[in-house]
């Protein structure tokens, strides 16, 4: 079974602070995913990364940085906390396109960080 | 812009009927459909893939349907059990092979005893 760790479960920051939330996933998976989820707004795309070293943006990086040093770990960083960005965090991998490597399209996702930034 | 539309109101059904759900979707043309499950304060678990070429897709209680005419996707649960009782979450993938999904925002699913 493919397992994706987040590094919180749970955490509590002050405005300023710089956050970092870690992601690990245990499956060789090529590409990693970060979003974040409100009420009423659903899934929203921070980042991703297709390969070490690489990232894109999506569709809400503002306040945020990312960092993929190694496959398996997918660093999502807020350089300065504000209370806007209060919200659960959530890490997924998805296997490559390459055949034999799995579904591409189907996202494993972590148990999610709730972010409570004060 | 590109629209999916889940209805934001949960859906109460008694145990043992089938739940339905819809997944509507507008300025999109997706290649394939996929249907999570998320549980409270749990990140989403995948359930059921549909391509744009099929027309249903069926995992023991479950069915999905994908109709492209009228860019919709319906979700079935039948015979079903308070502990399908969570939110469940469509997700439109484009061709082209970028593999990053645009999800809806859910619909709540409670299903009483």
């Known amino acids: 079974d493919v397992k994706v760790t987040q590094s919180s479960r749970y955490l509590v920051k002050r405005t300023g602070e710089k956050v970092f939330l870690e992601c690990v996933q245990d499956?060789?998976?090529?590409?990693m995913f970060w979003y974040r989820q409100d009420p009423g707004l659903g899934l929203r795309l921070i980042y991703f990364?297709?390969?070490?070293?690489?990232?894109e943006k999506g569709d809400i990086p503002e306040g945020y940085s990312v960092s993929r040093e190694k496959k398996e770990r997918f660093s999502l960083i807020l350089e300065s906390a504000s209370t806007n960005q209060t919200s659960m965090y959530l890490c997924a991998s998805t296997a490559g396109a390459i055949e034999g490597q799995g579904n591409p399209y189907e996202q494993y996702f972590g148990p999610g960080t709730r972010l409570t930034v004060t | 812009s590109q629209k999916i539309e889940q209805n934001s109101e949960a859906l109460n059904i008694q145990e043992g009927k089938t739940a339905t759900l819809t997944c509507n979707y507008t300025?999109?043309?997706?290649?394939?459909l996929q249907w999570y499950r998320q549980d409270p304060g749990r990140g989403p678990v995948f359930l059921l893939l549909i391509r744009e070429n099929e027309k249903e897709k069926r995992k023991e209680r479950l069915k999905v349907t994908f109709d492209t005419t009228l860019k919709q996707s319906l979700f079935h649960i039948t015979a079903s059990q308070p502990a399908d009782s969570a939110t469940y979450l469509c997700?439109?993938?484009?061709?082209?092979?970028?593999?990053?999904?645009?999800f809806g925002r859910g619909t709540s699913l409670i299903v009483h005893p």
């Open positions: 990364s297709y390969d070490v070293k690489m990232k």
């Open positions: 997700a439109l993938d484009p061709s082209g092979g970028s593999y990053i999904p645009t």
């Open positions: 499956m060789d998976h090529e590409n």
């Open positions: 300025n999109y043309s997706p290649a394939y």
